[in-house]
């Protein structure tokens, strides 16, 4: 599976934006999609993410309630898109993309068990 995350950007702390992420390859075996940012100076954390059959969704605590997460596809892409409303100064971070396959396992708040990565989007919330 590739990936490509776009969407990225510079906005002011309470606005928004919305990220993408476009998979291609063989998608018919991503067993779940999600959502990790890094700070600058941390670790690379969890954001969001889906189960693909189902639809369940996680969401860190820190963006429960601002950051919605919904699916899409097309005959040959299938599309992650994150909301982020309410935007805080603490959310600025690259964004990654990422999705796993069944033999990753399900700890879907695990950078650990997404196989495939994309390149990574800039969020800059100014105060």
């Known amino acids: 599976v590739q990936l490509q995350a776009y969407g990225g950007g510079l906005v002011q702390a309470g606005g928004s934006l919305r990220l993408s992420c476009a998979a291609s390859?063989?998608?018919?075996?991503?067993?779940?999609m999600g959502w990790f940012r890094r700070a600058p100076g941390k670790e690379r954390e969890f954001v969001a993410a889906?189960?693909?059959?189902?639809?369940?969704?996680?969401?860190a605590d820190s963006v429960k309630g601002r950051f919605t997460l919904s699916r899409d596809n097309d005959q040959n892409t299938v599309y992650l898109q994150l909301q982020m409303n309410s935007l805080k100064p603490e959310d600025t971070a690259v964004y990654y993309c990422?999705?796993?396959?069944?033999?990753?396992?399900?700890?879907?708040?695990?950078?650990?068990?997404?196989?495939?990565w994309g390149q990574g989007t800039q969020v800059t919330v100014s105060s």
């Open positions: 990422a999705s796993g396959v069944p033999e990753y396992g399900s700890a879907w708040y695990r950078a650990g068990s997404y196989d495939s």
């Open positions: 390859g063989r998608t018919s075996r991503i067993y779940k």
């Open positions: 889906i189960m693909w059959s189902g639809s369940q969704t996680y969401y």
